[in-house]
């Protein structure tokens, strides 16, 4: 009989996060676990219900039949609904009637991993329910743009849906009512509503403000920057300002009739598929046989699916059964033994039913046992998650030891509950210790504090201690440790054998950590073994360190047992107390905006909200997978070569012939033979779209497969198997290294290579130290923009085609699908409204994307559509540069550095796309500093790696990176502190004139030494150093270190077309090349229009700004749009747009004057309707050419940032950053904040989090969010205090502004060597102590400096 099949992968989750240790003092029973047996049938089978789904959405209802049960909530919303959802913005709102409790309840879950079947008789709210731009907006939409908390706009929708769940949870408890506008939410709540959200565009920082805005307990003085009040207005105004949150306007909509028509629904029958919902476990029993019976049927038994967000299951079931209804699966049952979670359960109900047994205290063992336990499920993914999540999910990762000894089991048997029981003393020889005390504690090292990434260990252990006067004994003891890579959670045997009965001393310990090593082994192959291993140490020396007093007899010796525990300094410290504050962390604790607008060129310079944030905020914004699809549509999916070098000779499906599904497997042979096989156009030239008859690289582009549905097409992609030769080809180039042997590069057109500074060998010559070829490697980061590239093409009449396109250059789009099409480029027209987040991924990666559809589109004449899975955009996207510097510095004994000698080699990949610009883009950042001479070899080779882009500051964050670890090793090597060292070798004016020659420009305009001085006094940085050194001296196991660092980042003004045309109602539609991503174009272009056509001053100007609508780029209607890139493409599409505004201005000055003297006094509106009576020409034109001498200038700021490491974990908190960010007069201040902080966190990630890891054969391999962590908000700095400067007027800017999207990335190295000044005070703590080994002050740190990278150089 054909059945359910166990999956053997399951092994970590659950029971690494619960291990069964903790739940178990004594060798009784412990989580019960009750396998169903094969049964006789007892009873008749459920009998058949309805057979449509019924559900509502936003209040409308749905009747769906004939569907298939794998389908999601999001499939549903976005193919079936006008109700929008996507990654970023999966959170909704459910709303279900427990028939157990009688009662709606509501929480939010991830519409992604929702099955539709399991909504029958349930109401979904999406953002859009809450309110929208026709009914009005919810207070949170209101909120999020108020507060500048929606950049893109990708992720908002589900921010605002995971607030809305904790407002509408906290109402459900019994605090006292908030005072008026206000949630019963407490401003802790408020921030970890979100914790398991992701926002690559804000850093967070205004997303936790719009939220804790709610909160009973907030003070509104702690609120950053927002469009509701001003400052010094007082508390009162400010309540009254900020939009009126009533929680009883807002509740959720549940249609009671739903509650007897999906009661009677028990199976979902249809002619292809069967949903069961039995409604007790004889009728599971049932259904189970009858399974058996019907033999090859396969039947999965669901819960919440979501584990299917990790296993990415691709099997199609014939049966589904429903285990939320069989009421001993949800229940909770307590008695005199403990308490039984009926299996069914969700986590976050488990949570609560656990905190709510402790009321939050820890009274007495089993509070204290509950509580603990409660927190770490906390960690387990996000709350949109748990909520939905059972804590049954696959029986084999349940830690009960006895069942995880026993072999697999029987397909299946169903988890019917889990059983805490209660702790209870220790009785020795049937008697109970009197003064036994129990202890408790779960560990867990993540790289998010709060969760949601998948930990590297789990641990938790239980000990029964008393005090004898020879010391402390351990009565009984159980140790559990999980998630370090085994098939599930195991219990360190030997330790626990070999402490129990032990009193307590060095020696002991020693002998435990010796024995834990060899207990806690991770399976081949699984990465970071060693630092598993050292953690598993570091935590059992944590807990046992508990047992000690203060001054205890430690005293020699165990320093290599722990792997670098040095013990010796135990008794200098005061330990207990230290070690009990490495807890939970609070997230964002503070937060300073000092923002110095400019009423010059007003409304230029107001820190007016983004336009469009409240349509962002209420999911109605539309992005291209937004247009809903015409009839017809078909979608695609890239299949990639998994080999870096391989002739392709065919491809096949695993069901022959192609699945039904697969309308056409597109290639190079179905170019068209007057096209050419192009699929982007980057600044060295074309590039192909599909490989030819060769792959060559890993994520090389072979086909793309056509098919109904966007599921389908994956799934066909996923199961293609192409047929590779590599007989007689070389092996491919994986290294920079094999690069150079075999002569493998780019060419540099000699005008984008960087100019060296002075005489190296005489720098050289000058100085008393050299540092001789040292080296740096720096990695690859991906752009994660929530929105993963996408397109829709429509073909239509006379051989034309419509190309929707999330891209950052329509125009380069349009050249090369008219040249791969081979129709005249007037022929087609690409269409780009927004844009979910680019970061220069969407730029040239984005064209083959847009191309493959047109081509496909344009062979089937039919529409194709794309929207690519996180794992295949991850593979094919390039990201940014992996580098090896090798360099050699001569510098004083006063720190002063005399000359500098590079030999970079990039990594480029297999095309040049926008690489050969890299050289100069790498050492004008490096350039920040005065190097006395400069001279440099940088190579970009080419390789077998999916080709490098440009990624925001594309060579600038490495250059600047590349300064800042010179500066380092220079001080390390004489000992100074490097923030002297880094004085020493500012620029002054006239030295950064020798390196940066023009775009320096005037004296006046070099704020840079200014910038340093105020970040140093903001930041109280003398002072705080001082602190730090007095808290290193006092602590042991955290270490903190502080750092300032500068920036010098050059940028260049491009050319930038604009249209502006008056309607005859005095409205005003703006057209400009550059689009808008997330950085606020649109809101500039709307402020300086608005500020340009007051020229003609009449009445009715001052509120010109609500007039204007800037509208999508459409290529044939403005051409010469250019690329979005570099910073500064706002400014000068501001500028395009300016200098149609004179022109219209002049046009109607003659109109404006004649009237004024008829009239006295003219009103806009008045003057635009005569104008069109007149025939005045009220539609202008413009191409913004930048003069000659201001094409390029520089951009200044500083940060100083201080973290906090813990030395058993590598645990890097980030607890202040102060940034001051010199944006000449910001045309938007709110904006330019948002891209100071966006920037800052983006650029945190890739100092310290994100590694974007590949196979050997360079196949990407951290290709989702289970491998791939970006910051989350428990990540970013805890203070986070950011100054824009207004340096004040510069006549070569526009309307004296300066660029902000990409120059701050490059302050967070501060964070990086902020971590490396903390290492190093660990390091030499342990010098201090006489240690030999690894305690030299030179060392490498890794970029990213991930928790093992910093665990493994402290010692
Ligand atoms: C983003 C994310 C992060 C996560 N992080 C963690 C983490 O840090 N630690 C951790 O432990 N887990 C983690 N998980 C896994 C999570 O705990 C599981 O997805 C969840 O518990 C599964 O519950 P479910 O009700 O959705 O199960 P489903 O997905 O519905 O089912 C899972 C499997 O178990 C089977 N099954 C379900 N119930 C029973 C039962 N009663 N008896 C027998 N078989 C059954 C199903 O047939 C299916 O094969 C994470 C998941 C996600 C999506
Ligand atoms: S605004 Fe959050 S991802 Fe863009």
Redesign the pocket.
Known sequence: MDS?V??TS?A???????PSTLLSPLPNRIWAFEAIPRLEMESALPSVGEDCLVFEVNGERFEVSEIDPSTTLLEFLRSRTRFKSGCGACVVLLSKYNTELKQVENFTV?SC?TLLYSINGCSITTSEGLGNSKDGFHPIHQRFAGFHASQCGFCTPGMCMSLFSALANAEETNRPQASPGFSKLTVSEAEKAIT?NLCRCTGYRPIADACKSFAADVDLEDLGINSFWRKGDSKEVKVRKLPFYNPKDHSCSYTEKFEDEYKSTRLLNSKKYSWYRPVSVDELRNLLHSDMVENGKRT???????????YKETEKYDKYID?RYIPE?SVVKEDHSGIEFG??L??SKVILYLKEKSKGNLRSSGDMVFIKIAGHLE????GF?RN????????E?ITIEDFLNRPPLEPK????SVHIPFLEPIRINGTFQTNSRLLFETHRA?PRPL?????YLNAAFLADISCSKNGIIVNTIQLAFG?YGTKHATRARKVEEYLTGKILSVGILKEAIKLVKGDVVSEEGTSHAAYRSSLAIGFLFEFLNSFFSVGSAITSGLYEDLNGLLLNGFAKSNSESEISQIGNPPLLSSAKQVVESSREYYPVGAPMPKFGASIQASGEAVYVDDIPSPPNCLHGAFICSTKPLARVKGITFKSHPQPAEVAAVISVKDIPREGENIGCMAMCGSEPLFADDLARFAGDLIAFVVADTQKNANLAAKTAIVDYDTQGLDPPILTVEEAVERSSFFNVPPILYPQEVGDFSKGMAEADHKILSAEIKLGSQYYFYMETQTALAIPDEDNCIVVYSSIQCPEYAHIVIARCLGIPEHNVRVITRRVGGGFGGKANKAMPVAAACALAAHKLRRPVRIYLDRKTDMIIAGGRHPMKITYSVGFKSDGNITALRLDILINAGITADTSPVMPLNIIGAIKKYDWGALSFDVKVCKTNHSSKSSMRAPGDVQGSFIAEAIIEHVASLLSMDVDSVRNKNLHTYESLELSYGSASGESVEFTLPSIWDKVARSSIFDERIEMIKQFNRSNIWRKRGISRVPIVHEVHVRPAPGKVSILWDGSIVVEVGGIELGQGLWTKVKQVTAYALSAIQCDGTKDLVDKVRVVQADTLSLVQGGHTVGSTTSESSCEAVRLCCNVLVERLAALKEKLQEEMGSVKWDVLILQAHYQNINLAANSFFVPDSNATKYLNYGAAVSEVEVNILTGETRILRTDIVYDCGQSMNPAVDLGQIEGAFVQGLGFFMLEEYLTNSDGLVVADG??TYKIPTIDTIPRQFNVEVLNSGHHPKRVLSSKASGEPPLLLAASVHCATRAAIKEARKQLKSWGAADGTDSVFQLDVPATMPVVKQLRP
């Open positions: 359910i166990p999956s399951s970590s989750s659950v029971a690494a996060s619960v991830s991993l398991g999965k038994l669901v819960v919440g699916n979501t584990a299917n967000g990790y285990l699966l299996a069914a969700s986590i960690k387990i993914a996000s998650i939905s999540a059972s804590i049954g999910h696959k029986y990762k048997n169903v988890l019917l993540a969760g949601n990434a998948l930990p998630a969010t289970w």
